[in-house]
């Protein structure tokens, strides 16, 4: 027990930093956001650590664990929505951005199939009308089903 105590009145700057360094390094293996508060009240608890504030242990400790609390209250009112807040981008999702693209028809449609360029790629193409667009017309993608692009005249 006299080794405990000894070892939380030696807190200091340099204790709390690497405290929230070790939290950073646990927040980056995670991902979660949520090591990310209590490495700031680790920071911000070093600075009342500073000798010549002479705030001792339990003061500290009081101070990190109310810090710890608030922030990860404020991070998970206001930040985490604000990072949810964007839309799909549709980066690493091929079908989505290819919906409403204007695409070209490189063969005429007959029975309402026919192909189109997209990219640098040609696809297959269908009408849910039937109709039978002609070579060099515009297609606008309505949507992806498999390897078929589902179009409406332009």
């Known amino acids: 027990m006299d080794f405990l105590l000894s070892l939380l009145e030696r807190l200091n700057l340099w204790i709390w930093w690497a405290f929230a360094g070790l939290f950073l390094i646990g927040e980056v293996l995670t991902g979660t956001t949520f090591l990310l508060w209590p490495a700031a009240a680790a920071f911000l608890t070093g600075f009342l650590a500073l000798d010549m504030l002479g705030a001792s242990w339990p003061i500290q400790l009081s101070v990190f664990a109310i810090l710890t609390l608030v922030l990860v209250w404020a991070g998970d009112r206001w930040v985490r929505p ?20 204007r695409v070209v028809v490189v063969s005429d449609f ?45």
């Not at 297959?124 to 005249?153: F, K, M, N, Y």
């Open 82 to 101: 604000a990072m949810n807040r964007g839309g799909q981008s549709g980066l690493n999702d091929r079908a989505a951005r290819m919906v409403g693209q």
């Open 110 to 154: 007959a029975a309402g199939r026919g192909r189109v360029h997209f990219d640098d790629t040609e696809w297959g193409a269908q009408t849910l009308d039937g109709s039978d667009p002609v070579r060099d017309s515009q297609v606008i993608i309505d949507e992806v089903r498999g390897v078929t692009l589902i179009v409406h005249p332009a």
